[in-house]
């Protein structure tokens, strides 16, 4: 079955670092992978779309990754702040939905 | 102010009682859904809706059901024949596949948090 793994214990950096997150993948083959942040008790919001063709995405100071040989997304934010603390959740894409993984939470303190 | 409003945010029942969640937008998709998130899990697709008049089931579609009359509006039931219907629900939207093909971001609302006693 489908399976995507993205770190469960949290990530701890210091403010102006890169954070870098990671979303690996099994027994899939999407078409495209999305990136979403979540606040506690809040929808997620949409970040990052990378197709299936495309090696990087950025914008700003975020950048994605997705390499479909490895089966893996590796998501980035540069000179990161305490207000980008979050989970982030990746997301893969199918024809019409998308299959979350669990996310990771990311605490940047300054 | 374009977006998705669920209500309401917190939703109190007792054990056996059917209840229904609203979800409305106004960004003209053609495609909702609904998601359950549990603490320390993933969204887990309940339905989904391409269409006005047509749904289909997601991964976990059991005691839940849903309509579409109407595009803007995608409310979700939950019956009492959900085992555990406490959970964080989550409704989205977007462009969907007859507009824009596969591949577009998902609108998330604010959520409705159901607890059942």
């Known amino acids: 079955s489908q399976k995507i793994e993205q770190n469960s214990e949290a990530l701890n950096i210091q403010e102006g670092k890169t954070a870098t997150l990671t979303c690996n993948y099994t027994?899939?083959?999407?078409?495209?992978l999305q990136w979403y942040r979540q606040d506690p008790g809040r929808g997620p919001v949409f970040l990052l779309l990378?197709?299936?063709?495309?090696k990087e995405k950025r914008k700003e100071r975020l950048k994605v990754t997705f390499d479909t040989t490895l089966k893996q997304s590796l998501f980035h934010i540069t000179a990161s702040q305490p207000a980008d603390s979050a989970t982030y959740l990746c997301?893969?894409?199918?024809?019409?939905?998308?299959?979350f993984g669990k996310g990771t939470m990311l605490l940047v303190s300054p | 102010d374009g977006g998705i409003t669920q209500s309401p945010k917190y939703l109190f029942r007792k054990e056996g009682q059917n209840v229904t969640l609203s979800c409305e937008q106004n960004?003209?998709?053609?495609?909702m859904y609904w998601y359950r998130q549990d603490p320390g899990q993933g969204l887990r697709l309940i339905y989904y809706?391409?269409?006005?008049?047509?749904?289909q089931k997601g991964d976990i579609a059991e005691g839940y059901s849903v309509s579409r009359e109407k595009k803007e509006s995608f409310p979700l039931t939950v019956t009492s024949a959900q085992k555990n219907p406490t959970a964080f629900y989550l409704c989205?939207?977007?462009?969907?596949?007859?507009?824009?093909?596969?591949?577009?971001?998902?609108?998330f609302g604010p959520g409705t948090r159901l607890t059942v006693t």
């Open positions: 989205a939207s977007s462009i969907g596949l007859l507009a824009g093909g596969p591949g577009h971001e998902q609108y």
């Open positions: 027994n899939y083959s999407p078409a495209y």
């Open positions: 990378i197709r299936e063709n495309e």
């Open positions: 997301a893969l894409g199918g024809y019409s939905t998308l299959t």
């Open positions: 960004l003209n998709h053609d495609a």
């Open positions: 809706s391409q269409i006005v008049n047509d749904f």
